[in-house]
């Protein structure tokens, strides 16, 4: 017995060994996520110092920073808030819709810049009397931040005509504030990229004059980057987007990456090109389409019920073949949705072989026979945006509807979920 317990010993001893040669080989690295924050309400966004101090949103309640040292500070709050440092009396929350993306400028050291998304109805006008007219409710301001953090000033909007849905319509999911997009970040050459949605009015992605479906390409006063190639508002980077929440810029060439989550049918993963167009165009009367619900074809042809998602992709399709200046997306889901949502390309050798690829939270919580994706993912996008090598799960331990998806201080990658907690999810070499 004894010999046999030893022989057994070295075998395992043996497999352990070459399992850990083995990863080590592939430089596999070790993933743990830990809380770094809990009981929040939505948190939605974050933005680092570089000497590690998180800024952070909730969508109904404002602006916070959470200092290095745990302290958290409220900075700026929505209409009604309590306990902030100052306030926007014109913000509010609906649906979807409220304080959303956070950004700081590049020299923020020098400048102090930072920028915040949010829905606000300063800038209504006569607009937004029904869902189908141009309502400006979504806006990007720019503050000055006070050397303490905990405070802002100076405030300046800088877009103030970002399509929002004032009104119910009879869609799935079909109350006011739906498809903001919201995402803010700072690309190459400093400029600022803004990721907006449909806001379930049909004609909006594929009209340019609008700034609804699109991504902005834009200056920290709000002024068009020159190069911008599009035929329309010259904000414009790219149309024909559904709801752009996830935006980052790929660390080997600085190349624009959205994720976008699917009316139930094909998430996208697509590589952004100059005035390109996205393919979405839920417009009624189109493409063999007929009349739609609220004029947006959005959930059609069978909108309250699930279908195979290849029939529902065939009615309204993410990225629609007839446009000639179609961006083909890298990766579709196997034609699911599964609600891909927020997305950053890893950095950091810590990484391992994940070092650059694209992590994405995925929200999907199972409709309609398709499997449920409470997780963030890992995909190593081809060289030429085109295509996907490969989809792997991130080891994170748990299942959340990841929200929001950002690199931060250690090469880690920071998680907000709607359930209310921030993660700092490290990457460590074994
Ligand atoms: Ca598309």
Redesign the pocket.
Known sequence: MKSKFFSMLLVTGSMLFSSVAFAAGMDVPNIKAKQVMSGLENPWDMAFTSGGDMFYTEKCKGLSVRLKNGKTHAVYGMSGSKGYASAGKDLFCEGQAGMLGVELDRDFNKNRTLYLYSTSKKYHGSGCKTNFEKCDGNIVMKFKVSKSLKKVSNRTDIVKDIQYKPFKSNQPFGGPGAHNGGRIRMGPGGYLWVGTGDRHRGLCPQDNSLLCGVVLRIDGDGNAHPDNAIDGDKRIYTY?HRNVQGIDFRPSDGRAFTA?HGPWHND?I?ALSNGGN???DPHEKRAGRSACPDKYCGYEPNQKDGMIPAVRAAYTP??DTRFDDL?T?AWNNNGYSQGTGSAAFLKGSNWGIYEGRLAAGIMGIAFGGTPGGLRIDMYDIAADGMSMKSVVHMPVGMEKRFRGLRMGPGNALYATTDEGDVFRIEASNR
Request: aromatic residues 10%; glycine residues 28%; charged residues 20%.
């Open positions: 024909g976008e996208e697509t996205g393919g979405w993410m990225s961006m997306p």
